[in-house]
């Protein structure tokens, strides 16, 4: 294959692995870092955040 | 920080950087989280990393990004859906996922006339697999197959076939990858 | 790399399978730059993101109690007044600090995405 061929063929394959690394795989809860400067300061795990929320609202009947 | 790239059915350690944390019986495939900008050359290297864990093991990809403080962070974050990924990697094992993308040969992706042959394609490629799903995309069909290690190649004649018997449509078979597409219930 | 193209096209023109590759930085966990010329629609984003949080779970809970019957229709009518109220409210503070709903949108895995 010349190289052009084998670009191309790299190419098409990159395609395939972002699709499934950025919409397939196993998905765990999402979490905000808050960063400056590109210094990362707050860490914010939204499934603790949603949890405590849950757990802290009065039960009602 | 650290980043979770997969979740396998086995504990046992692999080669540096990346760590096995065990957690229940699963194991966390994890490593140091990267630091900068994302290029080709680093998704492909990670890629390499997920095939050669394939080989000896069932192995989930996580999706990419994960990040979370520490392996301790990682085991808790797991832990209650263990029993559902422990089912997901026993309908992943022994097998690997194709890549089917088809287009309207020497026409822009998604041209009319063609929907039904794309249908058929997949039925048909559907029936040589474990598991199937559709994805969103330009082509006239985007899919992943789930297929047997020892089917793979039937899989790829059958893709060629189809090709022949289809001159009008373009057919594209990458793989095998990780089973990206199959990470959920059978309900996807 | 090993090839991964296990089968192509009879021409062998790959273009129509070729795509740019799309800004990985956005995809992954959510990064907020809280950068020193925009610190405010940073923390913005964030605080945003929480109250949209709060909004959603406060209103599945209604929800859930209006389906549960219960509440007089005085209540019911309230509870939906206000959060057409909360709703516009947000979308007037998205605006003001130059968001999109999409910018909230966050995915939180097994729990769904936020909207």
């Given at each position: ?61 | ?17 990346v760590r096995i944390v065990p957690a229940g019986g699963l ?162 | ?10 021409d062998g023109d790959l273009d129509p399978f070729a795509r740019p590759m ?94």
């Amino acid at each position: 294959m010349s190289s052009a061929g084998a670009i191309a063929e790299r190419d098409v394959a990159l395609v395939d692995l972002v699709d499934r690394l950025l919409g397939g795989g196993v998905v765990i809860a999402g979490d905000i870092t808050l960063s400056v400067a590109d210094v990362d300061l707050v860490h914010v795990s939204l499934r603790a955040l949603v949890s405590s929320v849950e757990k802290a609202r009065p039960q009602q009947p | 920080m650290i980043e979770l790239l997969a979740i396998t059915d086995d504990p046992a350690p692999t080669a540096a950087p990346v760590r096995i944390v065990p957690a229940g019986g699963l194991g966390l495939v994890v490593e140091p989280a990267p630091h900068g900008e994302l290029d080709a050359d680093a998704l492909w290297r990670r890629e390499s990393l997920l095939e050669e864990l394939m080989r000896e093991r069932a192995v989930l990809p996580v999706r990419l990004g994960t990040r979370l403080e520490d392996a301790a962070a990682a085991a808790e974050a797991i832990a209650p859906r263990r029993a559902e990924l422990a089912a997901a990697l026993e309908r992943v094992r022994g097998a690997v996922e194709l890549s089917v993308r088809a287009a309207a040969a020497g026409a822009p992706a998604g041209a009319d006339g063609f929907a039904a042959t794309a249908e058929a394609a997949h039925a048909r490629l559907a029936a040589h697999a474990r598991a199937s799903a559709r994805h969103e995309g330009p082509e006239l069909l985007r899919a992943a197959y789930l297929v047997d290690r020892g089917d793979v190649d039937g899989f790829v004649v059958t893709v060629r076939d189809l090709q022949h018997e289809h001159p009008g449509l373009s057919l594209l078979c990458t793989g095998p990858w990780p089973p990206y597409s199959f990470t959920e219930g059978p309900a996807r | 790399m090993n090839g991964k193209v296990l089968a192509g096209p009879l021409d062998g023109d790959l273009d129509p399978f070729a795509r740019p590759m799309p800004n990985l930085s956005n995809a992954l966990s959510r990064r907020i730059d809280a950068d020193p010329e925009s610190v405010e629609q940073g923390l913005a984003q964030l605080v945003l993101t929480i109250v949209e949080l709060l909004r959603q779970l406060m209103e599945r809970q209604a929800l859930r109690r209006i389906d549960g019957g219960g509440l007089t229709e005085e209540q019911v009518e309230r509870l939906g007044a206000t959060f057409m109220a909360l709703d516009q409210r947000m979308e007037e503070l998205r605006e003001q600090f130059g968001l999109t709903a999409e910018d909230l949108n966050l995915d939180l895995g097994p729990l769904g995405r936020l909207l």
